[in-house]
């Protein structure tokens, strides 16, 4: 008995005192200018302090979890349309606690163009 209080008071004195890893949560959305969901989409934060890439892949609903540490300056890349990419500079601070960031990423089609009165011929 003694040996069982000796180890739950080992356990809880742990739990109570342990501070929060060096890194952060971070919750990546991707949607376009109507909130519409991107899935799939795949996004790196690249760290300019130690050059580590933390990447991750949206999901249905257009967001993804990604665990990076905190303090530092990342270069965000992700693709915007077909094989083109986009980097944006993302500043993570040193906050204390277990933290959940949120980064969130709005994709803008170009301007729409209707045709009219354009026929084509087509198996000449």
Same mark, same amino acid.
């Given at each position: 008995?003694?040996? +069982?209080? +000796?180890? &739950?008071?080992?356990? &809880?004195?742990?739990? @109570?005192? =342990?501070?929060?890893?060096? /890194? +952060?949560?971070?919750? @990546?959305?991707?949607?376009?200018?109507?909130? =519409?969901? #991107?899935?799939?989409?795949?996004?790196?934060?690249?760290?300019?302090?130690?050059? +580590? !890439?933390?990447? %991750?892949?949206?999901?249905?609903? %257009?967001?993804?979890?990604?665990?990076?540490? #905190?303090?530092?300056?990342?270069?965000?890349?992700?693709?915007?349309?077909?094989?083109?990419?986009?980097? !944006?500079? =993302?500043?993570?601070?040193?906050?204390? %606690? !277990?933290?959940?960031?949120?980064? /969130?990423?709005?994709?803008?089609?170009?301007? #729409?163009?209707?045709? #009219?009165?354009?026929?084509? !011929?087509?198996?000449?």
């Amino acid at each position: 008995m003694k040996y +069982l209080l +000796l180890l &739950l008071s080992i356990i &809880l004195s742990t739990s @109570v005192f =342990a501070q929060p890893g060096p /890194e +952060l949560s971070i919750k @990546v959305i991707f949607q376009t200018d109507t909130k =519409a969901p #991107r899935p799939d989409q795949p996004v790196t934060f690249k760290s300019r302090t130690t050059q +580590l !890439e933390y990447k %991750g892949t949206t999901n249905q609903a %257009g967001s993804c979890y990604l665990r990076i540490p #905190r303090n530092d300056i990342y270069d965000v890349t992700y693709q915007t349309f077909g094989t083109q990419t986009k980097t !944006e500079k =993302a500043d993570i601070p040193n906050m204390r %606690g !277990e933290v959940t960031l949120s980064y /969130e990423i709005t994709f803008t089609f170009g301007p #729409r163009v209707t045709l #009219r009165g354009v026929n084509f !011929e087509s198996g000449k």
